[in-house]
């Protein structure tokens, strides 16, 4: 397994980027990585890259503008737009590669990620398969797990950061996740001790954001998208989710032509660790391996 440092360019800005190859001859069938909500590269894709590898696929993740590896002003400062534009430029570097099959190229989005997967997915024609694991897919059902409460006291931080941001001025920034009862963007219960749980030892990360990307949230609904995704698609559910209601990604499988679900015990963040991931992955590969023909060739 080879992994290459790269990047791509993305709107006016660059993404930093990791290709990963097989220890095989290509051209390889790809699957591109899509991280979560104010994730980076550091936080579990690593592992990812090594097992789908091992399977047969080229693998590209990457950091967002503005976000982890990835270079551009200000820091984290996170908007829908920007993630689409980014995640499809991913796809578009990956099938530029030489070395893969572009008309084998699959997404496979985690948490937020999933979100922009499903989205460019339903867009466009030449994504070959979609995986989404624990997906979180509907930024309502997202604020409503918040409460209003808890909303109330983002109006004053959203509507600076709005005004800082139309001025081109540094965001307002507050924590990006906290412990229950504290002030940040995210304050569910075990949210805070499952962004922490797939940091590898002694990692920096920037735990804050701009609050302006909540009212992108409250619209973006990538579930009404589910209907327009025409290739094989996973919805990898975790039955006691925490960050979304669990039946709105088993509907996202019920609405897609070619959708299917696998249901897991385990809430938002546990499909990341041993045990449940072992399985999760395995189930993932083989979907992978039937819908891009692996070994069929």
């Known amino acids: 397994m080879t992994t290459i440092r790269a990047t791509f360019p ?3 800005g660059q993404c930093a980027a990791w290709l990963t190859l097989p220890e095989r001859r290509g051209p390889f069938p790809a ?15 690593p592992n990812y890259e090594r097992w789908f590898a091992a399977a047969g696929l080229a693998v ?6 503005r976000i982890g590896a990835s270079p551009g002003e200000p820091r984290q400062r996170i908007r829908v737009k920007d993630l689409l534009i980014d995640a499809e430029a991913a796809l578009d570097f990956t099938q530029s590669q030489a070395v893969i099959d572009r008309k084998r190229v699959a997404l496979w989005g985690t948490s937020f990620g999933a979100s922009h997967a499903m989205v460019i997915a339903a867009r466009r024609r030449d994504v070959a398969a979609l995986v989404v694991n624990c997906p ?14 808890h909303m109330a006291r983002l109006a004053w931080p959203i509507t600076s950061d709005l005004v800082r941001s139309h ?13 229950p009862g504290e002030f940040g ?3 569910v219960k075990g949210a805070r001790a499952g962004w922490y749980s797939i940091m590898p030892p002694g990692m920096d990360w920037d735990n804050r954001v701009g609050p302006a990307i909540a009212v992108d949230m409250l619209t973006y609904r990538a579930i009404n998208h589910a209907r327009r995704i025409e290739c094989p698609f996973l919805v990898c559910v975790s039955d006691r989710e925490n960050l979304m ?3 709105i990604a088993a509907r996202a499988a019920k609405r897609a032509p070619k ?13 990341y660790h041993p045990p449940l991931v072992d399985k999760i992955v395995r189930d993932q590969i083989e979907f992978l391996q039937a819908a891009l023909g692996i070994g069929e060739r």
């Open 245 to 247: 209601h669990p039946k």
């Open 60 to 65: 590209v993740s990457f950091d967002f503008r």
């Open 136 to 149: 979180m897919i509907d930024g309502l059902s997202a604020a409503l797990k918040l409460g209003p409460r």
């Open 31 to 45: 699957v591109v990585l899509i991280h979560g909500f104010g994730a980076t590269h550091e936080m579990a894709l």
């Open 10 to 12: 993305a709107g006016p």
């Open 167 to 179: 001025f081109w001025l540094k965001p307002y920034y507050i924590p990006l996740v906290v412990e």
């Open 185 to 187: 963007m995210m304050n």
């Open 259 to 271: 959708g299917r679900a696998i249901h897991y015990d385990a809430d938002h963040f546990e499909v």
